[in-house]
């Protein structure tokens, strides 16, 4: 069965300082990976999205998560966290329904906290 | 273009009350769908619909009935409410992707039930 890990449940990083949230994954095809952002009380925010050719894909916010499917691994990196960044970050595999559409298969998130 | 929006933003019901969740796009989006997030747990799949007048069960759908009579809402229906029922839903809508592509999904800002 599908299924996303995100080791961390909380990090806290001090403000300017690079960030890494991980993310590996469990998924028979070849996986569909994405990142979200959920602000306190707010929606999802689509971060970035993988889906085929270069492994290494930029999103909004200055994020960037790299694909490596030898480690099942999809990592959300930023090189300079700001304070505006504290948030709970998902990532999800997406999953073909018997119907149509897409399942999104989430992991249980991280919260970031960012310390000044 | 106001994208995803639900109604209402939080309730608190008693057990045994019924209640409908409207999730409406603007997007005109095909694909609709049903999450529920609780603490812990990331978010999970209840229902979706592939087009009006089409629905179809996901991954936690017992307790929950769903309509999508018009293509641009999608009713989320608690016949009967539980405790086990309190959570924060989601409605995400999705467009059929052309060509090499996987569908995004987009989320409104939830509504906060509490069942007492």
């Known amino acids: 069965a599908q299924s996303v890990t995100q080791p961390d449940i909380h990090i806290t990083v001090s403000e300017g300082a690079s960030l890494e949230l991980r993310c590996n994954y469990s998924y028979g095809a070849t996986p569909y990976l994405f990142w979200y952002v959920q602000s306190p009380g707010q929606g999802l925010q689509l971060l970035l999205k993988y889906f085929s050719g270069d492994t290494l894909v930029q999103g909004i916010k200055g994020f960037e998560a790299e694909f490596k499917r030898s480690q099942s691994s999809f990592n959300l990196r930023k090189p300079s966290v700001h304070w505006s960044d504290a948030a709970e970050y998902f990532c999800a595999v997406g999953a073909s329904l018997a119907e149509a559409g897409t399942a999104l298969i989430f992991g249980k998130g991280t919260t970031l906290s960012v310390s000044s | 273009n106001a994208g995803v929006t639900q109604t209402p933003k939080f309730r608190v019901l008693k057990t045994g009350q019924s209640m409908t969740l409207l999730c409406a796009q603007d997007m005109n989006h095909e694909y609709m769908y049903w999450y529920r997030q609780d603490p812990g747990m990331g978010l999970r799949l209840i229902h979706y619909?592939?087009?009006?007048?089409?629905?179809a069960k996901g991954e936690v759908p017992d307790g929950y009935n769903v309509s999508r009579l018009k293509k641009q809402n999608f009713l989320l229906g608690l016949e009967s409410a539980a405790p086990s029922q309190t959570s924060v839903y989601f409605c995400?809508?999705?467009?059929?992707?052309?060509?090499?592509?996987?569908?995004?999904?987009?989320f409104g800002p939830g509504t906060r039930l509490l069942v007492l």
């Open positions: 995400a809508s999705s467009y059929i992707p052309r060509g090499p592509a996987w569908e995004t999904q987009y």
């Open positions: 619909s592939v087009g009006e007048g089409t629905t």
